[in-house]
């Protein structure tokens, strides 16, 4: 069966910069930069997309490509006899699931508040009413499963039309409209009183903010909103043909990504300097300050509206494109056909989602590590922790060692095309530097995490001495 192909450039750069769009640029890196002092975050942040994130992106695409298949089965293909590397493309499968799993209830949030805001329900509320609308929605099954439910079913819908018709072009206007909200809500934020003080938190570096744990957090932030390590950009790698160079494409849909998580911070933080909003908050800010944001804020009902169709349309980015990459794996597995596939694929993520859906509530009596934390942070904890990392490092390893695809191998595939070109003298970086830069990531991330109140495996060693 002759392989499904994307029908344009743009279309290419469009969907991977969808994939790697998501939560993590428009939940999770403004409140980080809230809480690791704005600019040195921002700063430290860039540096480490390009000496991580870029590398291991053209890694994951020239994979793909050169296989033309998925990441179940791009081993087999590249892979010597008698090697095992294929085992990862198991887990890779299984990692993207495990993401799914949580990822389709946070944007199920998302939608929820955009239907909030639209129908009017979240202006002119109290401030305890609005603050208490997040927690109010965690309570209740019926909300939880029910968006997490619609995430899914229009996911699979939308890939049932097929590669081009289907997950190419609903990405493609998607994408142009997240950009274009994107535009829109900046410079409304820039209108607000607190415009001055927010921007100057957010783009100047103060470099006295600039410790230990801004640098871990940069790094590991870099590594997380890109999904490098489960074979997410691998996949797209695999529906294009030679004509471009990877280097070229990855600076492309980096640029993109990188844009998207800046724009974010212009929105966010000018709104909160102006309402005085707690930079600092956390993982709330999206949802709690946000919304008490413009529930103050002359036509928050219209913006309010807008900002959370812009989170949607940035979260179902990623959704479509990480079920396109189960998808392509099942089907390759089972030979079955793309709605078929469609389908079982839809019950059974719907199926695997529902712990987490439901460990705000009814199993809220789970709790894996620290006080507070439930099955959504075990899940993330599996996936952003131990997954990505070590999965990119399988991706980087087997392509610059001689007992993996090699590094001429990877090169030359990386290089085919037109475009900017990998230059053959990094490769004393990419061979020796990257992987370790990548088992420091995933040797601090283990170290620091809280397994239990006031335990981390860190803490614990200290106290030995």
């Known amino acids: 069966m002759e392989r499904e192909k994307l029908g344009s450039r743009l279309g290419f750069i469009l969907l991977s910069a969808g994939c790697a769009i998501g939560c993590g640029n428009v939940w999770k890196f403004p409140w980080m930069a809230g809480q690791y002092g704005g600019g040195a975050f921002v700063l430290i942040y860039l540096i480490f997309l390009l000496i991580l994130g870029l590398p291991v992106m053209v890694m994951e695409f020239s994979l793909?490509?050169?296989?033309?298949?998925?990441?179940?089965?791009?081993?087999?293909?590249?892979?010597?006899?008698?090697?095992?590397?294929?085992?990862?493309?198991?887990?890779?499968?299984?990692?993207?699931?495990?993401?799914?799993?949580?990822?389709?209830?946070?944007?199920?949030?998302?939608?929820?508040?955009?239907?909030?805001?639209?129908?009017?329900?979240?202006?002119?509320?109290?401030?305890?009413?609005?603050?208490?609308?997040?927690?109010?929605?965690?309570?209740?099954?019926?909300?939880?499963?029910?968006?997490?439910?619609?995430?899914?079913?229009?996911?699979?819908?939308?890939?049932?039309?097929?590669?081009?018709?289907?997950?190419?072009?609903?990405?493609?206007?998607?994408?142009?409209?997240?950009?274009?909200?994107?535009?829109?809500?900046?410079?409304?934020?820039?209108?607000?009183?607190?415009?001055?003080?927010?921007?100057?938190?957010?783009?100047?570096?103060?470099?006295?903010?600039?410790?230990?744990?801004?640098?871990?957090?940069?790094?590991?932030?870099?590594?997380?909103?890109?999904?490098?390590?489960?074979?997410?950009?691998?996949?797209?790698?695999?529906?294009?043909?030679?004509?471009?160079?990877?280097?070229?494409?990855?600076?492309?849909?980096?640029?993109?990504?990188?844009?998207?998580?800046?724009?974010?911070?212009?929105?966010?933080?000018?709104?909160?300097?102006?309402?005085?909003?707690?930079?600092?908050?956390?993982?709330?800010?999206?949802?709690?300050?946000?919304?008490?944001?413009?529930?103050?804020?002359?036509?928050?009902?219209?913006?309010?509206?807008?900002?959370?169709?812009?989170?949607?349309?940035?979260?179902?980015?990623?959704?479509?494109?990480?079920?396109?990459?189960?998808?392509?794996?099942?089907?390759e597995i089972t030979g079955w056909k793309r709605v078929k596939g469609c389908i079982i694929c839809a019950i059974s993520v719907l199926i695997l989602s529902l712990p987490c859906a439901l460990g705000f509530n009814l199993l809220s009596k789970f709790v894996p590590f620290a006080s507070g934390s439930g099955v959504l942070d075990l899940e993330d904890f599996i996936v952003s922790n131990c997954c990505l990392p070590l999965g990119a490092l399988c991706y980087v390893l087997f392509c610059v060692t001689k007992k993996g695809w090699g590094f001429n191998n990877f090169l030359e595939e990386a290089n085919a095309g037109k475009g900017l070109k990998m230059p053959r003298w990094l490769k004393p970086y990419l061979t020796y530097v990257l992987p370790l830069i990548i088992i420091i990531v995933f040797v601090i991330g283990i170290l620091t995490f809280p397994f239990a109140d006031n335990f981390t495996i860190l803490d614990w060693i200290k106290n030995l001495f």
């Open 64 to 331: 793909g490509r050169a296989a033309q298949c998925s990441p179940i089965s791009l081993y087999q293909k590249l892979e010597k006899p008698g090697q095992k590397w294929h085992w990862h493309g198991k887990v890779a499968l299984i990692a993207n699931l495990l993401l799914m799993m949580f990822y389709t209830s946070v944007t199920g949030w998302i939608l929820y508040y955009f239907v909030q805001f639209l129908c009017g329900n979240m202006t002119g509320i109290s401030a305890e009413a609005s603050a208490n609308l997040f927690g109010n929605m965690l309570s209740d099954p019926i909300i939880m499963v029910g968006f997490m439910a619609i995430v899914v079913v229009v996911g699979f819908l939308i890939l049932s039309f097929g590669l081009q018709k289907g997950v190419e072009g609903v990405t493609k206007y998607m994408m142009l409209a997240l950009l274009g909200l994107m535009v829109i809500l900046a410079i409304n934020s820039f209108t607000l009183d607190g415009a001055k003080e927010g921007l100057a938190f957010y783009l100047k570096p103060d470099l006295s903010k600039i410790n230990g744990s801004v640098i871990v957090g940069a790094m590991n932030q870099s590594f997380f909103t890109l999904s490098l390590g489960i074979g997410s950009m691998a996949i797209f790698g695999s529906y294009i043909g030679k004509e471009r160079s990877l280097m070229g494409e990855s600076l492309n849909i980096l640029g993109l990504d990188t844009f998207v998580a800046l724009m974010a911070g212009l929105i966010i933080f000018p709104a909160c300097f102006t309402f005085d909003v707690e930079v600092g908050a956390g993982p709330s800010l999206l949802f709690q300050a946000m919304a008490s944001v413009f529930n103050n804020m002359n036509g928050g009902r219209i913006w309010g509206s807008l900002f959370f169709l812009f989170m949607f349309f940035a979260a179902m980015s990623t959704i479509i494109a990480v079920f396109e990459n189960i998808l392509a794996m099942v089907c």
